[in-house]
């Protein structure tokens, strides 16, 4: 191995046969570079679409009335079912053990002044797992409380585009912002990853602001984000079990599917689980089939290579060669090919994802990225591939009596 004379052959022999050692080379490096950039945007399809479900809470089940569309129990059909408080409390207590964080919410789009500046804003009367449900990260101040609940206190917490469109300079806690005529002073300020339309929120108590709209105690939609320990399908039987008891509640037929409405994440997260690992598992044939196509590419020039060498296997066991020393000098030049080759492949590789970036967001494709561990499993299947590809033509050539080999034509 660490010969000089032997490395000095190596090298004299590459540099002799530069056609076949880029041959052979090639196959290597661009196996390896295909590989890596099939998984690099496998990867970034998986991020796009993991991303996608990252803008409120993933475990999230969102339940709202309709009109029913049944008649049932007596009662006519297009009738308006309404929740209220004690609705969102049932809820929350059908399966206690299964809920993570959850609030009812009553919205109201209602026009909101500061100074000289006004606009129509939806306000959210909510309760402070909001927050959580919402995925909202605070820039400045804070959320709701369970006491300003308590005590339905006039404060807000505005999305960050409100702040721009109103307040502008300076911070905005502490100043007073008119909503509908009520002054609620700002204790927090937010971002949402929702972008935009989002941010153009305000939140305060739903017990401020039902108090504002009459005395009302109605809430247009109960989130409930179940527990993070049940399974997709856990989750949906959950979500099935909740929108059951709620019609039975409402005296909703079980038919109606309009009079209760349930949307679940599990159920989309369900399908998303599925389409990802039906696309990781093609992805994963291809870039193994393309592995495997750079194995019977090595494979193949190794022969080719051995063959056209023949004739000077037979000249060094004419002058003494011991077999082994022949096929050591063989798979050491063939390794060496291989993974001089194969650092070359992944520079290339993950050089390409580099330079996709984000670029292909519109399709998709979102940070395109290959573990190291998937690439140096991948280079290190292709330098042993390289090894046995080398080995077998040279061992099985080595045996060949000198007068046979210089022989060959």
């Known amino acids: 191995m660490f010969d000089l004379d032997r490395w000095q052959e190596i090298f004299s022999s590459i540099r002799s046969n530069v056609l076949r050692t880029v041959l052979s080379g090639f196959t290597v490096a661009l196996g390896l570079f295909i590989f890596i950039v099939l998984f690099g945007i496998g990867k970034g399809l998986q991020n796009a679409f993991t991303e996608g479900f990252a803008r409120d809470a993933q475990n999230l089940i969102s339940i709202v009335a309709g009109k029913t569309t049944i008649a049932y129990?007596?009662?006519?059909?297009?009738?308006?079912?309404t929740m209220n408080n004690d609705d969102y409390t049932f809820l929350v207590n059908v399966d206690k053990e299964k809920v993570g964080s959850s609030t009812p919410r009553y919205t109201a789009n209602l026009l909101v002044k500061y100074g000289k500046e006004s606009g129509n804003y939806q306000i959210n009367g909510a309760q402070p797992e909001e927050q959580l449900i919402e995925n909202r990260k605070m820039l400045e101040g804070r959320y709701l409380t369970p006491t300003d609940l308590d005590r339905k206190q006039n404060i807000a917490v505005i999305g960050r585009m409100v702040q721009r469109d109103l307040i502008k300079n300076g911070s905005p806690i502490g100043k007073e912002l008119d909503i509908n005529g009520t002054m609620f002073k700002v204790v927090g300020v937010f971002s949402d990853d929702g972008g935009d339309w989002d941010e153009r929120h305000i939140t305060v108590p739903i017990t401020t602001l039902q108090q504002m709209r009459k005395g009302s105690d109605t809430v247009n939609i109960n989130y409930i984000a179940?527990?993070?320990?049940?399974?997709?399908?856990?989750?949906?039987?959950?979500?099935?079990?909740?929108?059951e008891k709620l019609k039975a509640r409402k005296n909703v037929s079980p038919d109606d599917e309009n009079g209760i409405r349930v949307w679940n994440n599990a159920q989309n997260m369900n399908d998303t689980f599925t389409f990802i690992a039906v696309l990781t598992a093609i992805v994963g044939f291809i870039g193994m089939g393309t592995l495997l196509a750079g194995i019977i590419g090595i494979s193949n020039i190794m022969v080719y290579i051995v063959k056209e060498r023949t004739k000077e296997i037979g000249v060094r066991k004419a002058i003494g060669a011991k077999p082994r020393s022949i096929v050591a000098l063989i798979v050491q030049e063939s390794v060496v090919i291989t993974v001089v080759s194969g650092f070359i492949g992944v520079g290339l590789g993950a050089l390409a994802l580099h330079l996709i970036g984000d670029s292909l967001e519109e399709y998709f494709i979102k940070s395109p990225s290959v573990g190291w561990g998937t690439i140096i499993m991948a280079f290190i299947a292709l330098v042993f591939s390289g090894l046995i590809a080398g080995f077998v033509p040279a061992y099985r050539a080595s045996r060949i009596k000198p007068i046979e080999a210089l022989r060959t034509e």
């Open 226 to 243: 179940y527990s993070d320990k049940l399974t997709p399908q856990q989750a949906i039987k959950y979500g099935d079990k909740l929108k």
């Open 73 to 81: 129990k007596g009662l006519q059909s297009d009738r308006q079912v």
